[in-house]
């Protein structure tokens, strides 16, 4: 099945720096890769996805970029603000053309504290 | 919408106790999750569905059993609870043609 390595497992920048966060994956047929951000106590709640045919995303502050060659996926933020600190998830799955899809693997989560 | 609900919030039980956590979603969805929490280990899969009458093992399935008798409701069943299932679980659910997966709020077990 798929494994999913997440780097680092805890981040700290400064605020206004930004923070990149990388994820392995070990299944080629994986096409769907969905970063989540979890505030303490909170539930996961997806931030940003890309799908595997297209290199890099962005959603203002936040970017995803894809190596489907090397298998790997990184998520980067600019401009932190105290308000990005949380731990950030990501995740992989196989999406099929119909929209069915297997199951999603996460990573073992990175704590990301933004220092004022 | 509600979205996914899960009930209780926390739960406190004893070693060998059942108990079922429970779970909701009015979105319609088709595919219903169940992840447990553990600090370093991220969301394991525990059992899904992807569909009423439908239901899977994920990675971590043991001690733990499911049914999808409606489309709305996701229940998980302890049969007797160990230490080990001292957790975070969470319930998640995503329509049949789309890749969101959406998260209901979280049930904390502790298990003495």
């Known amino acids: 099945g798929e494994n999913v390595e997440q780097h680092p497992s805890t981040l700290s920048v400064q605020e206004g720096d930004s923070a990149v966060i990388k994820c392995t994956y070990s299944?080629?047929?994986?096409?769907?890769f969905p970063w989540y951000k979890q505030e303490l106590g909170k539930r996961p709640q997806l931030i940003i996805d890309?799908?595997?045919?297209?290199g890099e995303k962005k959603d203002q502050r936040i970017a995803v970029t894809l190596n489907k060659t090397a298998k790997h996926f990184s998520l980067h933020i600019t401009e932190t603000q105290p308000e990005d600190s949380a731990v950030y998830f990501c995740?992989?799955?196989?999406?099929?053309?119909?929209?069915?899809?297997?199951?999603?693997?996460f990573g073992s989560g990175t704590q990301l504290t933004v220092l004022p | 919408n509600a979205g996914v609900t899960q009930t209780p919030k926390f739960q406190v039980l004893k070693t060998g106790q059942s108990m079922t956590l429970q779970c909701a979603q009015d979105?319609?969805?088709?595919?219903m999750s169940w992840y447990r929490q553990d600090p370093g280990m991220g969301l394991r899969l525990i059992h899904y569905?992807?569909?009423?009458?439908?239901?899977d093992q994920g990675e971590v399935p043991n001690g733990y059993n499911v049914s999808r008798s409606t489309t709305e409701d996701f229940p998980l069943r302890l049969l007797s609870a160990a230490p080990s299932q001292t957790s975070v679980y969470f319930c998640?659910?995503?329509?049949?043609?789309?890749?969101?997966?959406?998260f209901g709020p979280g049930t904390r077990l502790t298990v003495l």
């Open positions: 998640a659910s995503r329509g049949a043609l789309s890749d969101t997966q959406y």
């Open positions: 299944d080629s047929a994986s096409n769907y």
């Open positions: 890309i799908r595997s045919n297209v």
């Open positions: 995740a992989a799955s196989i999406v099929g053309s119909s929209g069915s899809a297997r199951q999603l693997t």
């Open positions: 979105m319609n969805h088709e595919y």
């Open positions: 569905s992807v569909g009423a009458g439908i239901t």
